[in-house]
DNA sequence: TAATGATCCATTGACGCCCATGAAATTCCA
DNA sequence: TGGAATTTCATGGGCGTCAATGGATCATTA
């Protein structure tokens, strides 16, 4: 297993803290996480963003390509690295979710975790129940597009890659 | 941790002393810092970029690349050498800014610390705030420019960051 | 001696770390 | 196969440590 899959709920406590779900937090042992999980709004949801060494390779990824100093790499790196928080996981797989992030989020006492292959998302419960909705839709249209395909059988154990 | 990330806003007290934020310092404590940090306005923003031994060694290589005698060479060095400051870090972890470099960045009573890796800036926080939001329109753009990205297959554990 | 700046000290509030509780799933045994 | 014990997790709370901040003392210099 080294991809985030499945959905979960947790609550927020009073101090702010939430547990990881424990499958998640088996794939960032795997990952590895030096000192915490990279953390950032999502560009284009209410939701946030998160993962291990492997997301934040991603995102040097995307910065590598541009010289140095050049305007597009400044501005990237201000939406990407500005945005970006390392939150530590203490000894129960908890992080603390700052004040800003969970603005964005919308997060209130509940936080629902999103499997999404190599990162996770964090969503307030109500938007990503309306968010699924949407999704559902959307994928009956594809069917009655396409003429209904058979099912593709989702089993897989086998890790692709 | 090697890198600058995060963003984090600290006080400007009365004797215009501001503490760096401990991951920072943490991070310049590694990359070595000779009595000082590096700090000189941002040249496309009002905000200032400031860093360790490396942040020198990289304007170094900027200037490196021009030509001896070029105007663009006695202008970069103006603009970078011609106001970069050495600030002195104190025992508690941190600096005063200077009132030029103040009023470049606009700061008042509190200071954002922006990480973007190999240096950081700091930014008036309602400044940083519009910056922040038109850099994640641009990087929306780029994402329909680019079309989704292909999910990258789990390759690429390379360097350890 | 007054002013400016640097070092040191104190407070407070946040965060990391530890343990306790309870629920749910799993295993083990009858 | 059913029930009980055990383990795994999520959750809540207490406590110690550290960082940020404000203030005071000391040195330096004009």
Redesign the pocket.
Known sequence: MDRFVST????????????????F??VLERDGYAG?IYCYPSLDAPALDAGGERLAQKIDGLLAGLPDYSDERDELSVALYGDVQV??I?????I?L?QPLRAHAGLQS?VTFVGLGDKFQMWAPERFDERRRVAREKVQEHRKLLGRQPPRSEGGDGEGS
């Open positions: 979960f709920t947790n609550k927020i406590d009073a101090k702010g803290r939430v547990s990881i779900p424990a499958p937090r088996a915490g939150l530590a203490d000894g129960d797989g908890r603390v700052p509940e």
